[in-house]
């Protein structure tokens, strides 16, 4: 059994009666990410770089921070490159990437991701490089292979996808998709914000070009991670100051620098990550990765068996229509969005409010894929969020709730 009372213990913003179910748009931090801003903004906030001790130790705990999401992806903590958002990121990326392109060369996007990781590709346009759209399968609501083959050309340079949609919930075979997109010779950037934060991500496993997530939706404070692949890295052109060398990676990628206070509070998530697996399989060592891949497991069982419910009962409502996968499987993730036949997507949420039950309505910035599914009319989808801090007894409360609402 998932030891939900001992996973919510380390989130002071959980003591409340309130059911989150938003947990996609950003989950509440760990108590420890906030004892850690709060330790180095009281007694470390000097500059970096400096040879007084205050200096020195500032920039060990910032270097932690950056090791600690390292490891959390099994990276290298030079591939990690940190910035306010992964929006931010991945616009920065899409900049330095240009010295790898010539016009001509084509970019793959979906119709189904996060606009994140489409607008910043599209803007390229601008620079002569040809935007291809990989459009989701209008029946299964996924991207599949089929659709993504006849886009691949020689001139293919870079497929940009995501891992799991923060819309419908479905997670795609990233390493599938990356072997065919490195088959074609070309490289892939993933979109990993709505996967993190209920699956373990291996950037070596994945083989992933480029991978993202949101801190702040995986226990963290407000921050957005980028993986590179170190060449990569190295080829791209630096988005810093003209004295930063281009070998000065991850920094040429961090104009500005990295938000200190957060930064160094970033070791809180992977300790808490480790302590929640030490609690489940007490006593069985094994090596830090593997501990993290078991951990993941765990939270992937809880959630599915989580959102099961939810899924029953959405699918016995006459008029209601589950957008994707409708049975609860390692496919799914806790993210699950909904429209009710004849009303209005917005009036939905309102009424659970009353009822202390969190969740929303809306595009989610998936805007395209609304726009393909046709409906933007009704206001968008209704979407529950689940995270592994959710309990059998909130979800009950939920589907009351909806039983009412709908
Ligand atoms: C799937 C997905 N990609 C990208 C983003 C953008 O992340 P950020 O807010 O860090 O820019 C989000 C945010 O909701 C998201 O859900």
Request: hydrophobic share 45%; glycine share 6%.
């Amino acid at each position: 059994m998932f030891d939900v009372p001992y996973a919510r213990s380390h989130f002071p913003a959980l003591t409340e009666d309130w059911a989150l179910f938003d947990h996609a748009g950003g989950s509440v931090p760990l108590a420890g990410v906030i004892e850690r801003v709060h330790d180095y903004m009281s007694h470390w906030q000097v500059q970096l770089g400096a040879t007084y001790r205050h200096s020195a130790t500032a920039a060990a705990l910032v270097a932690g921070g950056r090791s600690a999401m390292a490891r959390l992806v099994n990276a290298s903590p030079d591939e990690i490159v940190l910035g306010p958002s992964s929006t931010t990121n991945v616009r920065t990326l899409s900049r330095a990437l240009l010295p790898l392109f010539s016009p001509g060369d084509e970019i793959v996007v979906t119709n189904l991701d996060h606009e994140t990781n489409i607008g910043a590709w599209r803007a390229l346009e601008a620079e002569g490089l040809v935007i291809r759209e990989w459009r989701f399968d209008p029946e299964r609501l996924e991207l599949t292979l089929e659709e993504l083959e006849p886009l691949l050309h020689q001139r293919t340079r870079l497929v940009c996808f995501t891992h799991c949609s923060n819309l419908i919930g479905t997670v795609h075979d990233a390493a599938a998709i990356i072997r065919r997109v490195h088959e074609a010779g070309a490289l892939a950037c993933v979109d990993g914000v709505a996967c993190a934060p209920h699956r373990r991500v291996d950037v070596q496993a994945l083989d992933a070009d480029f991978y993202f997530l949101s801190i702040y939706k995986v226990f963290g404070p407000h921050l957005g991670l980028l993986y590179g692949k170190r060449d990569l890295l190295l080829r791209a052109r630096g988005q810093n100051h003209f004295f930063i060398p281009e070998d000065e990676v991850p920094s040429k990628l961090e104009p500005g620098s990295v938000v200190h206070e957060l930064t160094a509070a970033l070791p809180a998530i992977l300790e808490y990550l480790l302590a929640l697996d030490e609690r489940h399989h007490p006593g069985s060592p094994a090596p830090e990765t593997a501990r993290l891949d078991r951990v993941f497991e765990d939270i992937a069982a809880h959630e599915t068996a989580l959102v099961a419910p939810l899924l029953d009962f959405l699918r016995s409502h006459r008029g209601v229509r589950v957008l994707g996968r409708e049975t609860a499987d390692a496919r799914r993730a806790p993210t699950v969005s909904f429209v009710a036949e004849g009303r209005d997507s917005s009036e939905i949420p309102a009424r659970l409010d009353a009822e202390r039950i969190a969740i929303r309505y809306g595009h989610f910035y998936a805007h395209r894929a609304v726009e393909a599914l046709g409906l933007h009319a009704c206001n968008g989808v209704v979407r529950v969020s689940m995270a592994h801090t959710n309990t059998t007894d909130e979800v009950g409360r939920l589907i009351a709730a909806l039983d009412r609402a709908l």
